[in-house]
């Protein structure tokens, strides 16, 4: 949510955002904001000059009492009366007016960084630069279920009699190769000196729509029926929850903390042989990173992240590249966000396997998070990456480690996690 100043001074610099973002639908709700905070502030202004009078003549009735002048006390009375009811409808009117700014503004998207590519969506999104060196064996890798159901690692037959398509069970070497992977990740970002956190993997609606937007929460979320309570999609969303109404010191800033949950997600629309797989499902476990700053810190920490994602994808042997996110690929909430992709070697193509974004002060602005400074109160800079989402991370894994003979390769930072494997094959 961006600050209504900018609608008060700068209207044409809001539209123009909207236009980058290719959102002409939502142009119209400039003015009209624009109009009701008028109407907002017009109201406010004559409430307040009928509270003063209704202050002043109140007294005023005070000393004709003690005066002995009980006639005209009356009918100063009579006449405050009249101003209550003056005072209760303007304070209906500005309290109407400030709920429609609300929602129309909740609509309205974060005004972008300038050097955020134009484009209507991901196919315009811009690659930044490759780690790593894209290869392509001699021999052919399989369908990644496939290598996973001859090394007896999943099992999406059963998953789908108990669950329905987009579940899976994930047995043996494969699921402990899932469970390493992402205790590596929790172990390598408290070696980058985040805090550690599990958080809850159920919130509530004002969080959500806190922490993103409409279109997303629909898209997104499960709802558990009967409750104000939805599945987390990602960690992100409970971690910057959880400052939810706080005022944070400036000196405790920045927070930079680490997080592990499972994640739910709809996935709508996924279609294809990926159903098969493991690619698109309803059920995954992330790490996670979220920082809340300074806003003059922010863009620091933003390329600090990702880059912490690039490096943990090439201590697995994995190449990467970075993805800059054009204007229409932006979520309304992001000011500029970047996707790291993941080499894969059987399709000979780039796949995403996480994705760092900063949101400036707009899901500080809708959760009420602010900073204590010695000029007052002030909303902070929030931002959130990826670190290992998988199994997702575990296709990139497996393809980039799988050797002729159907084994797996394991590199020597997760051997700890494995017992000390160097290999999975088939028994």
């Not at 004559?46 to 009735?61: F, T, V």
């Not at 172990?187 to 159920?202: E, H, L, Q, S």
């Amino acid at each position: 949510m961006i600050d209504i100043k900018l609608i008060r001074e700068n209207k044409e610099l809001v539209k123009e955002n909207i236009r980058k973002k290719f959102q002409d639908h939502k142009l119209p709700l400039v003015d009209e904001v624009y109009d009701l905070d008028l109407k907002a502030r017009q109201a406010k202004k004559e409430g307040d000059s009928l509270r003063a009078l209704k202050n002043e003549k109140s007294a005023l009735i005070g000393d004709l009492m003690r005066n002995g002048k009980k006639e005209e006390a009356e009918k100063l009375k009579l006449e405050v009366s009249g101003y209550n009811e003056k005072i209760v409808e303007y304070e209906r009117i500005e309290e109407d007016a400030n709920k429609q700014i609300k929602e129309k503004m909740m609509v309205i998207p974060n005004i972008i960084a300038d050097d955020v590519p134009l484009g209507e969506d991901d196919t315009k999104n811009v690659e930044n630069e490759k780690f790593g060196e894209p290869f392509v064996p001699e021999f052919e890798i399989p369908y990644h279920a496939d290598i996973c159901e001859r090394l007896n690692g999943l099992d999406k037959a059963s998953a789908g009699r108990t669950s329905g398509n987009g579940f899976y069970y994930l047995i043996g070497d494969i699921a402990r190769l899932h469970s390493a992977m992402l205790s590596y990740a929790r172990d390598f970002m408290i070696d980058k000196g985040f805090t550690y956190a599990i958080p809850p993997f159920m919130i509530r609606s004002d969080v959500v729509t806190g922490v993103m937007s409409f279109e997303e929460m629909d898209a997104m979320m499960y709802k558990i029926e009967g409750e104000d309570l939805y599945l987390i999609g990602t960690s992100e969303h409970s971690m910057i929850g959880k400052f939810k109404d706080q005022i944070i010191k400036e000196e405790e800033l920045p927070i930079a903390m680490t997080s592990y949950s499972p994640c739910f997600r709809k996935e709508v629309g996924a279609h294809g042989i990926e159903e098969r797989g493991l690619y698109r499902v309803h059920q995954f476990e992330k790490q996670e990173m979220i920082v809340l700053c300074k806003p003059e810190e922010g863009m620091q920490w933003y390329n600090k992240m990702w880059q912490y994602t690039v490096e943990f994808f090439r201590s697995l042997d994995i190449p990467v590249r970075t993805l800059e996110c054009c204007s229409g690929d932006l979520a309304d909430l992001k000011v500029k966000s970047c996707d790291v992709e993941a080499w894969s070697p059987r399709q000979q193509k780039y796949f995403e396997v996480g994705s760092c974004s900063i949101l400036g002060d707009a899901q500080a602005r809708r959760l009420g998070i602010r900073m204590k400074t010695s000029n007052g109160n002030e909303y902070l800079t929030t931002l959130n990456n990826t670190v290992l989402a998988t199994p997702r991370g575990l296709i990139g894994f497996i393809e980039n480690n799988y050797n002729e003979d159907g084994s797996i390769s394991i590199p020597e930072v997760l051997r700890p996690y494995m017992g000390g494997k160097e290999k999975i094959e088939a028994k």
